[in-house]
């Protein structure tokens, strides 16, 4: 597994400063048996513990003040506490010499302390050693200089190289088989699908008619733009590119290099709006004849093919398809507000406004604070074409953002995405919006059953089968051109995407092919193209359903009553037949929740029309929906419990797979950045992170299945068990204290992450099921129903009618609505459930270990920032309270052990150990083997 790489004049410092620690540590180690073989022949204590004190204070450069001294220092303020410490212990010492009262054991407790420190600084240069050693060998890994691996080991790599090579060549042919053969579609029929749908009305097809209007205007606008490269656009380019997993670690190299070169980054703009000037005859740059594509493995075992594109053509592109994206997500939203969008909720019939008026004095206002306007708000906010940005600024999105660098902020965190792992900062990252996905569809089902007890409840799940590689090029003409691009940019589009592709392992003499079908990875003009033509599918749904698919790229949920789950599947289907799309059946099913409700028992007698409808169909319809289970990474949708469940089998087969890319680690460091990434990150995704909605029995699963995972990985044992072994079998290392391999690396821990550690924060904070959260809103409810009967019939008593009530307006008498018509259309108008509704869909906050006196006085001793370390960063810091809940726990867990050890929570000087170099080997992404 190898992480990015390196400029050599890193290595360089890198390798320089390692052989500096050696020195200094030989250095210590000579100075201080010169220390003690000094003190060791005075048979008196005082005398021996002044010699000792005289050589640790010339030691570490501590003045060692004398009677006859003629300077002042000893009137000045020493300015470490180290300092301050020897100081006042040369006072005491001088005291002891006349002072008969003197204690003896002052003065033993004094050289014992002397003692104990030098051999703690002897500890903390042997781990600074052990710490080098470890980057050395990381980076030794990282180029492949490795020490000759065992038979057994020898055996067993190129037995899971050979499976690898195996699945590699079975999905090549397969994607080769779909994007170098044309897939024709009927363009006309895509134009009267897309015409009957945007032009249905006058409504309609005014809004649309402004996305039209709009498109061509830009194409105009773009195409004229004299500079469209300047340095600081640049510099917010390659920003985006950058965080894309578009380029090679070589070529990444390449663009981080630009960005701190202002005279560079003038150079490429130059040449890039030259060659923007000339877009008509802009050609892929190539190299013999073809652009280099490489297949990448994920962890869910399928390889994704990567353009090594020409590093002005990736930058060129980007710029493009960000302009166009920007554009797209800011024409459609407005259509999406616009009344041709459909609402949920639907509208209050008006004889029911009244009586809620008469005798709730609720009018007719729209509630902002009710689950229908929260409902609509987050999905614009969160899965309106998510694959777009807002601003230019913010870059292209990344979707599947849970590979890459883990963060220093351990926890459950940002499925399998069945697209492995990938990081992004986003304002809100793509599995983090997956997640909260989950939590939606779970309490959308809860709260369906709570207000409507009795009537259906469906979830349909799918996507498109290679949707990217299979996206049929004249649908994306066809599409692009009712939505108002021109022809100018229509050939360009189609050059971008008919490009020249070969294989980089059959070599510069290969055969190469022009890409017939489909969209290239990582590609900012690839969202676009997607989303476009998907926001044709969104509408169909809304249209035909007045509802909303949750949609993340291809990836698509849809939920309701069995009969608008029917409708919006065959709206589905429909536009996949048009587009020439198909769904994956793998990934497609449905579930039709049980009836019972979770609240209340049902009473149609005030039930809405919409409501009626449901209860008088009850027959079952599921065999019309689409068959196969409802998955997310590896979670199964149960029908009974209204929550997903484990599959067991799947984390079976990732724990086998994990082994095999441990296996794999050459060195200590990648080995935690893989058990880090797979174990802690990994796993912890597709798990599926707690809330509310789920439950603490989510939790308590997750727990569970963490501790098959480590009783699986180390029979007998524990993860630093196993590093520990490693430790002294190459470095001859032993006795590591647990809480090193836990510890922040700006500490000089190796940083190995817990997953436990936050699930057992948030389990804490969950103490009521979410059947129970939603029984005491219904409390809360009937609570606030006698209060409201208690007022009117109050005011009926003492005035003899409503006075807040109009004149001229019908009236419906002196006696209170029943309850049941009380809690009609709570969704439209019922704070209560609003507040119960975001409440389930909430994070679970983790419990905060407290603090006690010995953890503050081991912060206390450190510095107010250290080397490298910014107040505001995560990890171990000086101030508690700033620390987040899995840090704090760590502290109180291993700080003891740490302090025992080394005498300190900072087991080395920052300066000592090559911490930068780690920080960038820590942000390669890591390439998974087979």
Known sequence: MASSALPETLRSVTSTKIQEV??????????????????????????????????SCRQAGITVVNDDSSDSDSESEPASDLARTRRNQQLFL???????????????????????????????????????????????????????????????????????????????????????????????????????????????????????????????????????????????????????DLLSDEKAAILKSFQNNPGVLQEVADVLNMRFASLESWKWTTIDGAIPIEQRRQLNGKYRVFMDEDVLDAILLHTIGIKWAVHFKSCLTEFFLSPAWRTAGGSIPKNDWDRRWYFLGEKSAPRYNSVEVQRKDQYGEEYFMSQLPTTESEGARVYNDDEGPFSNTPGVRDGISDDGLNSGTLKKGSVATKQGLLHLLITEALVSQHVRPGSSHAVIRSDFQWFGPSLPHNTIFAVLKFFGVGSTWLDFFRTFLQAPMRF???????????RQRGVPMSHALSDVFGEVILFAMDYAVNKATQTYLYRLHDDFWFWGTEEVCLRGWDAMSTFASVMGLEFNEEKTGSVVFDNRSVSRPINTQFLGSDQEMECESMAPQTLRLPKGDVRWGFLRLDANSVRFVIDQDMVDAHIKELQLQLSHCTSIFSYIQAYNAYLARFFSNNLGKPSFAFGRQHVDDMIDTFAKIQKALFPGGSVTDHLSSLAQERFGVKDIPDGVWYWPIQKGGLELHNPLVPLYCMRETMRQSPQTILSKCLEREEKSYLTA?????????????????????????????????????????SINLYNTYSHLLEVPAEFQVHGTNETTAWLDKLPSATRGQKSSSTGIVKAFDSMNAYWKWILAVYGSQIVEKYGSIQIVDAAQVPLGVVSVMKGGRVRWQG
């Open 22 to 55: 050696r020195k200094q540590r030989d250095h210590f180690e000579a100075s201080k048996k010169d220390i003690i073989r000094e003190a060791r022949p005075f048979k008196d204590d005082l005398e021996r513990t002044r010699r000792l004190l005289v050589g």
């Open 94 to 244: 001088r005291q002891a010499g006349k002072d008969p009262a003197f204690a003896n054991e002052i003065v033993h407790r004094i050289h014992d302390e002397l003692v104990e420190h030098l051999s703690l600084r002897s500890v903390q240069h042997e781990h600074a050693q052990f710490f080098s050693e470890l980057v050395t060998e990381w980076l030794s890994s990282s180029t492949d200089v490795q020490t000759r691996p065992s038979k057994q080991n020898l055996m067993e790599e190129s037995s899971f190289e050979s499976v690898g090579r195996n699945e590699m060549h079975e999905q090549r042919a397969q994607w080769e088989s779909i994007v170098f053969t044309d897939r024709e579609t009927d363009d006309t029929a895509i134009g009267r699908y897309l015409h009957q749908l945007f032009n249905s009305d006058d409504e309609i097809s005014k809004h649309f008619k402004n996305i039209e209007t709009s498109t061509k205007a830009f194409c105009r606008t773009l195409r004229s733009t004299a500079e469209l490269f300047s340095v600081d656009s640049l510099k917010v380019t390659i920003t985006g590119l950058l965080r894309t």
């Open 504 to 514: 980089e392992q059959d070599g510069p003499n290969g055969q190469y092919h022009v």
């Open 789 to 829: 009967k208690a007022e009117f019939e109050s005011e009926m008593k003492t005035h003899g009618r409503k006075t807040s009530y109009p004149s001229g307006l019908p009236t419906f008498g002196d006696q209170f609505m029943q309850k049941d018509e009380y809690l009609k259309y709570r969704e439209q108008r």
